[in-house]
């Protein structure tokens, strides 16, 4: 059974650092993928690694978050820095195994359970 697991999340003030980790039991995917959902919003794309190399990232964390693969550990980090007020969520890592836009949610066939990242003032 796959499972994916992620943590890191914590209280945090704005403009420090966090890194969420993602590790993927069962399964070696083709793609990784970090969502996240903010209060009353809809779950929204971050960022995504393809094949350990190709990266993507949403606009609003490009430059200030990195996502990278550590495939011995099938570990995937999403490190954050200069964080905001609106980083805050829970956010979600999610994997697949067949090609497909991944900036969308459809494209993932399993979820992790969130973690939540709380970015004060």
């Known amino acids: 059974q796959v499972h994916l697991v992620e943590s890191g999340g914590r209280l945090v003030q704005a403009g420090d650092s966090l890194r969420l980790s993602c590790v993927v039991s069962n399964e070696s995917p083709l793609a990784v993928g970090w969502f996240r959902q903010a209060p009353g919003k809809e779950r929204e794309f971050v960022s995504s690694i393809l094949s350990g190399v190709t990266t993507y990232y949403a606009d609003s964390v490009k430059g200030r978050f990195t996502i990278s693969r550590d495939s011995v550990k099938n570990t995937v980090f999403l490190q954050m820095n200069s964080l905001k007020l609106e980083d805050t969520a829970i956010y979600y890592c999610?994997?697949?195994?067949?090609?497909?836009?991944?900036?969308?949610?459809?494209?993932?066939?399993?979820w992790g359970q969130g973690t939540q990242v709380t970015v004060s003032s």
């Open positions: 999610a994997i697949t195994t067949r090609p497909g836009n991944l900036r969308s949610r459809r494209a993932y066939d399993y």
